[in-house]
């Protein structure tokens, strides 16, 4: 599976806001992009793109920032793909099954793998995310 640039970034974005819903304060850009080696301004239309589809909210001034729309449980890495990506990105796309039994039996077959990549992808939520970083945390051992 190939992830862009940009659903990394707006992955990772996502997974610093669900980490910090509990506080109810919101995330400056710059602490984002400074964690991750984001480009800001990448970022920046990244956060907008996923405010326009209604996961963020922002707020402005000098205590401003992002913070999620919604619960991290109600926001699958599925989902955030597809905002950033456009829906349904399809493995398949290129192929035609139109053609011989044998490309068609392959056609299905990564129609298949596609099926099964996306519903991956949909089940898998950004507090399930975060619950996994907080176990990695406390499996860590410190010399």
Do not use: C
């Amino acid at each position: 599976m190939k992830v862009s640039a940009k659903t990394e970034y707006a992955a990772l974005a996502m997974l610093e806001l669900a980490s910090q819903f509990p506080s109810g304060e919101p995330v400056r850009i710059r602490s984002i992009a400074d964690e991750h080696g984001i480009p800001a301004r990448f970022l920046v239309q990244i956060l907008l793109q996923l405010k326009g589809a209604g996961f963020v909210t922002s707020t402005r001034g000098a205590s401003g920032g992002y913070r999620l729309a919604k619960p991290p449980e109600d926001i699958t890495l599925g989902e955030v793909m597809g905002v950033i990506e456009g829906q349904d990105n399809e493995i398949a796309a290129g192929l035609d099954d139109k053609g011989s039994p044998t490309a068609r039996v392959l056609f299905d077959a990564w129609r298949t793998v596609a099926k099964v990549e996306r519903d991956a992808l949909h089940s898998i939520t950004f507090a399930d995310l975060v619950s996994r970083i907080e176990n990695e945390s406390e499996n860590m051992f410190y010399i």
